[in-house]
């Protein structure tokens, strides 16, 4: 039973780690026609995600502390993640990746096996969501799996860009 929320909260806590780094690094294609100086359009240029972000991550499994270091190149971001689980402590690493498309964003986190500590390094997690970043706010939802817990559900991520 701890396993399971503990793997849950990793889980959440790399995928909130991935909306957040989504949400701030943009992704999605590039407009067709000339863009114009409009910040609302969904075809804007993509908010800039580059940077440290931190948070909390929330999902069926509990919740968690996560940051994410991105880096960005038009488009697309990719970076690290880490996360501690707020009942046990645990910690854990991954990595995030996606697309923004204006403030709009997909995202994509992993954290390998090996990559928690404790008892739960045999444990690996996988997770997609979406989200929105505004000025040094993202948020967005997700859901995943968990090899060692399973299905992770109703997944939120906030993140504050430091």
């Given at each position: 039973?701890?396993l399971?929320?503990?793997?849950?909260?990793?889980?959440?806590?790399?995928?909130?780690?991935l909306?957040i780094?989504?949400a701030?690094?943009?992704g999605?294609s590039?407009?067709?026609?000339?863009?114009?100086?409009s910040p609302?359009?969904?075809s804007?240029?993509p908010?800039?995600?580059g940077g440290?972000?931190?948070?909390?991550?929330?999902?069926s499994?509990?919740?968690g502390?996560m940051?994410?270091?991105?880096?960005?190149?038009?488009?697309?971001?990719?970076?690290?993640?880490?996360?501690?689980?707020?009942?046990?402590?645990?910690?854990?690493t991954?990595?995030?990746?996606?697309?923004?498309?204006?403030?709009?964003?997909?995202?994509?986190?992993?954290?390998?096996?090996g990559?928690a500590?404790?008892?739960f390094?045999?444990?690996?997690?996988?997770a997609?969501?979406?989200?929105?970043?505004?000025?040094?706010?993202l948020?967005?939802?997700?859901?995943?799996?968990?090899?060692?817990s399973?299905?992770?559900?109703?997944?939120?991520?906030t993140?504050?860009?430091?």
């Amino acid at each position: 039973m701890r396993l399971n929320r503990v793997s849950g909260v990793l889980l959440g806590a790399a995928l909130g780690v991935l909306v957040i780094s989504a949400a701030c690094s943009g992704g999605g294609s590039s407009p067709t026609t000339p863009s114009s100086s409009s910040p609302s359009s969904s075809s804007s240029t993509p908010a800039s995600v580059g940077g440290s972000w931190s948070g909390t991550a929330t999902d069926s499994s509990g919740s968690g502390l996560m940051t994410w270091s991105l880096s960005q190149s038009g488009t697309s971001f990719s970076g690290t993640l880490t996360m501690t689980d707020n009942a046990s402590g645990t910690k854990a690493t991954g990595t995030v990746s996606g697309t923004v498309s204006g403030t709009s964003l997909t995202f994509s986190l992993s954290v390998p096996a090996g990559g928690a500590d404790g008892s739960f390094t045999s444990c690996s997690a996988t997770a997609s969501g979406t989200g929105s970043v505004s000025g040094a706010s993202l948020s967005g939802s997700y859901t995943g799996t968990n090899s060692c817990s399973g299905s992770v559900s109703s997944g939120t991520v906030t993140l504050s860009k430091q």
